[in-house]
C-alpha cells in the first residue's frame, strides 16, 4: 500500500516563549518617554530644587489622571493625606530647598504611590513596602516593549505600509522646499538661519551624549517606569489584614517542655499561668517605679528649677551620656509595657485595676523623664549653641511623648501592638514634615552668633547652605567679640583655632566664593525661594538669578 505524504505550506516558524508586557494605557505610553527626557533636563548636572517639585508634581498628575472616577483611592484617608503632603513638601524643596524638604518630598511621593496601589492599607510603613515592591513587578513586565518586532510577512507589510505613509510626505516637503529656495530670497535666507540654527543644535546635543549621560537617562526611564506603571500587589495588604487594633482574648494554651532522661523518663514543666505573669508585672511595674521615682527626683532637683553649670562642669558629657542613657530606658519601658499587656493579661478581671494604675504611673513618670531629657538638651543649647543633633533630639522627644500617649490607649483600651505601631508611623509623618517646614540654618546661625556666646564653631557654619550667608554677614561684627573660634577638620578629630582676623577672612573668602559660583553654576533647575533671596540680599537684584 502506498504511503501518501502531504508537504505543508511553509509557514511562520514557532516563535520562543516570552513574558507577557503589561498593558498600558496610551497616557502611561506617552509619559513614559516624556517622563524620561523631563528627568534627563531637570536632573543632568544640575543640583536639586525647583527641579525635585515639578517631577514631583509631573508624577502626581499623572497618578491623578491614571485613576477611575470611581476608584477607591478617592475615598482613602492615607491616599488624601499623602496627596495633601507631597503638595506641600514640593512646595517647600521650591521654598526652603533644605535636604529635610527634599527627603519629605521623596518620601511622600513613594508614599502616595504605595497608597495608590493598595487604597486600604494602614500602615504607613507598609504603604512604602508596597510601592517598592510593585516597583519589582513593573520593571520586568516592561522588558518585552524593548524586543524588536520579528520578520516574516506580516512584519514586512507593516514596514513598508509605514515607509510609504512617513517618506511621501517627506519627498513632498523636499521637493517642494527646492522650489520655493529657488523662487524666493528671503525664504532660503530664512530656511538657512533655521537649518545653521538645528546643526548648531544637533551638534551640542551629540556632544553631552557620554556613556554616564546615557545611563543617567535611563535611570530617569526606570524611576518613570516605576511611578507611573503600577502592578497591584497584595502581600503587605494580605499581611496587615491579619492584625486587628485591639488585642483579643485567646484561648488558653498550655505548653510544656518535655526532657528525656534514661533513668527518670519523661518529666513536663508547666509554664507560668496567668496569675503568676501578673504578679510578676506587678512586682516589675512596683520596684521599677520606686527606682524610676528616685531618678525623677533627683532630676527635678537638679534641672528644673535653676540649674547653673559649676565650673569646671563638664556640660557635653553630661547631656550626650545622660541623653542618651535616658532615652534608651524610656524606649524599654515601653518595651516592657508592651510585652505585658500583649495577650491575656487585659483581662485578668482580679488584678487588672492594679495593673493598669501601676503601669499608668510608670509610663507618667516616663513623660516626666522626657521633659528632663528636654531641660538636658535646653541648658546645652543655652550655653554652647544650636547644632542639628539638638534639633533632631527635640523631633525624637516629641515622637516620644506621642509614643508615651499611645502606650497608655494600649493599657485602657486594649489597644493592640499593630494599632501602636500605626498611629506612630503616621506622627512619625507628620514630624517629618514639620521639621521640613524649619528654615533651620538661618535660625542656627541666627542664634550661634550672639554676643553672649564666647566661643563658636566656625566651620559649622562655613559649610552650611548658603542661604544662610546673609544671617552670616549681617553678624560678622560679632566674631570680634569671640575668645575661642574654631573650625574642625572633615572627620571632625581636630581642629584649628583662628583669630577673630582670621575669622573675618575666612567669611569673606566664603561670600566671595559663593557670588562667582552662583551665577554661574545655579540654573532655574534648582532654582529655590530662599537662596534666590539670600543672592539679593547680599549682592542685589540686578544680579539674580531667575527661574
Not at 510544656?256 to 501578673?278: I, N, Q
Not at 534641672?303 to 556640660?315: A, E, I
Amino acid at each position: 500500500m502506498a504511503t501518501v505524504t502531504s508537504l505543508a505550506a511553509p509557514g511562520p516558524r514557532p516563535q520562543a516563549h516570552r513574558a507577557k508586557p503589561l498593558a498600558l494605557s496610551t497616557l502611561q505610553k506617552l509619559m513614559l518617554p516624556l517622563g524620561a527626557i523631563a528627568f534627563d533636563i531637570l536632573f543632568w548636572n544640575q543640583e536639586v530644587g525647583l527641579n525635585l517639585s515639578l517631577y514631583t508634581l509631573l508624577i502626581t498628575v499623572v497618578t491623578l489622571l491614571g485613576l477611575p472616577r470611581h476608584a477607591a483611592q478617592w475615598h482613602s484617608v492615607g491616599f488624601w493625606a499623602m496627596l495633601l503632603g507631597t503638595v506641600l513638601s514640593s512646595g517647600l524643596v521650591v521654598w526652603l530647598g533644605s535636604g529635610t524638604a527634599r527627603l519629605a518630598c521623596v518620601a511622600s511621593l513613594v508614599l502616595l504611590l504605595g497608597y495608590r496601589n493598595q487604597p486600604l492599607l494602614r500602615q504607613v510603613a507598609y504603604a512604602l513596602l508596597t510601592a517598592l515592591g510593585s516597583v519589582t513587578l513593573a520593571l520586568p513586565g516592561l522588558l518585552p516593549y524593548l524586543h524588536l518586532p520579528n520578520g516574516g510577512s506580516a512584519g514586512w507589510a507593516r514596514t513598508r505600509f509605514y515607509s510609504r505613509v512617513l517618506l511621501l510626505p517627506l519627498v513632498v516637503l523636499g521637493v517642494f522646499h527646492v522650489l520655493f529656495s529657488l523662487g524666493s530670497p528671503q525664504y532660503a535666507e530664512l530656511s538657512s538661519q533655521l537649518f545653521a540654527t538645528l546643526e548648531e543644535w544637533l551638534g551640542q546635543l551629540l556632544a553631552g551624549i557620554s556613556i554616564p549621560h546615557l545611563l543617567f537617562f535611563v535611570l530617569g526611564l526606570l524611576l518613570t517606569a516605576g511611578a507611573i506603571v503600577s502592578v497591584p500587589y497584595h502581600f503587605f495588604l494580605d499581611q496587615e489584614s491579619r492584625f486587628g487594633e485591639f488585642v483579643r482574648r485567646q484561648r488558653d494554651r498550655v505548653a510544656s517542655l518535655a526532657v528525656r532522661r534514661p533513668d527518670f523518663g519523661l518529666k513536663k514543666f508547666r509554664t507560668l499561668d496567668l496569675r503568676k505573669e501578673y504578679l510578676a508585672a506587678l512586682a516589675v511595674f512596683g520596684l521599677v517605679n520606686v527606682l524610676l521615682l528616685v531618678v525623677n527626683a533627683l532630676d527635678v532637683r537638679l534641672l528644673w528649677f535653676g540649674f547653673t553649670p559649676r565650673p569646671g562642669f563638664d556640660l557635653t558629657q553630661f547631656v550626650h551620656e545622660g541623653t542618651y542613657v535616658l532615652i534608651l530606658s524610656i524606649l524599654v519601658a515601653m518595651g516592657i509595657v508592651l510585652w505585658f499587656f500583649r495577650r491575656n493579661l487585659n483581662f485578668y478581671q482580679q488584678g487588672l485595676p492594679t495593673l493598669r494604675w501601676g503601669a499608668t504611673i510608670w509610663v507618667l513618670q516616663n513623660i516626666v523623664l522626657v521633659v528632663s531629657v528636654g531641660l538636658r538638651n535646653y541648658y546645652y543649647i543655652l550655653h554652647t549653641g544650636l547644632a542639628y543633633k539638638r534639633i533632631g533630639v527635640y523631633g525624637f522627644l516629641l515622637l516620644t511623648l506621642f509614643g508615651l500617649g499611645t502606650v497608655l490607649l494600649k493599657i485602657w483600651q486594649r489597644r493592640s501592638a499593630f494599632s501602636l505601631v500605626r498611629l506612630n508611623g503616621w506622627a512619625a509623618y507628620a514630624v517629618l514634615l514639620l521639621l521640613a517646614a524649619g528654615n533651620w540654618e538661618v535660625w542656627i546661625t541666627r542664634y550661634n552668633l550672639q554676643p553672649r556666646f564666647k566661643e563658636l564653631d566656625l566651620g559649622f557654619l562655613l559649610n552650611m547652605p548658603e542661604r544662610m550667608l546673609p544671617e552670616l554677614a549681617a553678624r560678622e561684627a560679632v566674631l570680634n567679640g569671640m575668645t575661642r573660634i574654631v573650625v574642625l577638620d572633615g572627620a571632625g578629630r581636630s581642629e584649628t583655632q583662628f583669630t577673630p582676623a582670621e575669622a573675618h577672612r575666612l567669611v569673606r573668602q566664603r561670600l566671595e566664593r559663593w557670588k562667582a559660583a552662583y551665577p554661574r553654576y545655579h540654573t532655574w533647575q534648582s532654582w529655590t525661594y530662599a537662596e534666590a533671596q539670600a543672592y539679593q540680599q547680599l549682592y542685589g537684584s540686578s544680579t539674580t538669578v531667575a527661574p
